[in-house]
């Protein structure tokens, strides 16, 4: 057996397998406790012993004792792997958690369904109302600058947005689906952004 694995012969290599392959897989399931990386030694234990088989004597009785050499020598550097994969594991920082994105998207979703609520309802409001949500919501101009612009008294520049604020948040209210709806929409200038804003007037 020992002349023929000597000279490469693959029919006594797989007798050798046959005979010695549970062993070597027992010998390094109880060094390292670890079923799949007993495996593993046990497959590179047989490849080294075919890469080395010319160095095996000529003489001698089973190889299963030069087998578990192999192996113990493959445990080993299998232990040192999990040693270095653990110290470089614990030298790491803690994984980032997560933004569950759910509530995201649903949030986006939510904010498109007001808008296109708003979209609507500006569209049913009188010009002087859309007038005066333009310059004193979207344009930033206070009281007494919209009242310049639109050539009325202050009072009514404030009466004219306090009206058109309830009525803007009532129509994108009636537009919105009725699914838990009501009651979203409470002003004009937490529903849309600037541009957008004024994109729809």
């Not at 799949?36 to 080395?52: H, R």
């Not at 306090?162 to 200038?189: D, H, I, K, Q, W």
Request: proline content about 3%.
């Amino acid at each position: 057996m020992r002349e023929r694995i000597r000279a490469g012969d693959r029919e006594a290599f797989a007798l050798l397998y046959d005979d010695c392959a549970h062993s070597v897989y027992t010998y390094a399931l109880r060094l390292t406790g670890d079923w799949s990386t007993a495996e593993e030694i046990m497959s590179e234990t047989f490849l080294t012993a075919w890469q080395s088989r010319a160095r095996v004597e000529a003489r001698g009785d089973s190889l299963l004792p030069w087998l578990l050499g192999i192996a113990t020598h493959k445990a080993d550097n299998a232990k040192r792997r999990v040693r270095r994969w653990r110290v470089f594991q614990s030298r790491q920082p803690p994984p980032r958690i997560q933004e569950d994105f759910a509530q995201v998207t649903v949030d986006r979703i939510e904010d498109a369904r007001r808008l296109s609520a708003v979209r609507s309802a500006l569209g049913r409001l009188r010009r002087h109302e859309r007038e005066v949500l333009v310059l004193c919501v979207w344009s930033g101009l206070d009281y007494q600058q919209a009242a310049e612009a639109l050539g009325v008294p202050v009072g009514t520049v404030r009466s004219r947005l306090s009206r058109a604020r309830r009525r803007l948040a009532r129509l994108a209210e009636e537009n919105l689906e009725p699914a838990g709806a009501r009651g979203e929409v409470t002003s004009a200038a937490a529903i849309a952004a600037p541009t957008e804003r004024q994109e729809l007037i």
